[in-house]
T-cell receptor, first 111, second 112 residues
């Protein structure tokens, strides 16, 4: 099976940097995804990592270490609109390549 | 380009009633999925489809059925609603396994 763990809640200040961690255990890792979900809305795709290293997309970056079963999402220059839940999801080739989601980290950005 | 469209947005069902949650995508995606999301829990996969005429069970399929007669449509059927099916249901699609999903806006279902 798969275990995907991420902190339940985090708080950060507008303009700051925040790192949201995700650890996973899976037998057939085949990609890690990050999604953003504002309250009452659908998740939206943020990033995808399949090889080790850092992927940067504007203010958002995502890092992967397959040997450690670890990823993080880095948000820079935080804005109030970044207050949302951030979902880590892992695809497993031994599970029909289904994407399994963590419970999400609810980030609150304060002025 | 509407993306993934789900209807209805909200629904209250009585125990034992049946209903169909509709999902349509206009992106010509082969892959479609149904997830449910409960408070404090991750999205759980109910059913998925890799193309018209092909469906398969996900992690939590009991109490649900699906069909995929066209590329565009992937309805989810609840035959005998139970309180445990109170949840937010999301439909999603992707062009293949290697891409992120596009989600619909969700259906909030309450079974009383």
């Amino acid at each position: 099976g798969q275990n995907i763990d991420q902190p339940t809640e985090m708080t950060a200040t507008e303009g700051a940097i925040v790192q949201i961690n995700c650890t996973y255990q899976t037998s057939g890792f085949n990609g890690l995804f990050w999604y953003q979900q504002h309250a009452g809305e659908a998740p939206t795709f943020l990033s995808y990592n399949v090889l080790d290293g850092l992927e940067e997309k504007g203010r958002f970056s995502s890092f992967l270490s397959r040997s450690k079963g670890y990823s993080y999402l880095l948000l820079k220059e935080l804005q109030m609109k970044d207050s949302a839940s951030y979902l880590c999801a892992v695809r497993d080739r031994y599970n029909n390549n289904d994407m399994r989601f963590g419970a999400g980290t609810r980030l609150t950005v304060k002025p | 380009n509407a993306g993934v469209t789900q209807t209805p947005k909200f629904r209250i069902l009585k125990i034992g009633q049946s209903m169909t949650l509709q999902c349509t995508q206009d992106m010509n995606h082969n892959y479609m999925y149904w997830y449910r999301q409960d408070p404090g829990m991750g999205l759980k996969l109910i059913y998925y489809s890799v193309g018209a005429g092909i469906t398969d069970k996900g992690e939590v399929p009991n109490g649900y059925n699906v069909s995929r007669s066209t590329t565009e449509d992937f309805p989810l059927r609840l035959e005998l609603a139970a309180p445990s099916q109170t949840s937010v249901y999301f439909c999603a699609s992707s062009p293949d396994r290697g891409n992120g999903y596009t989600f619909g806006s969700g259906t909030r279902l309450t079974v009383v």
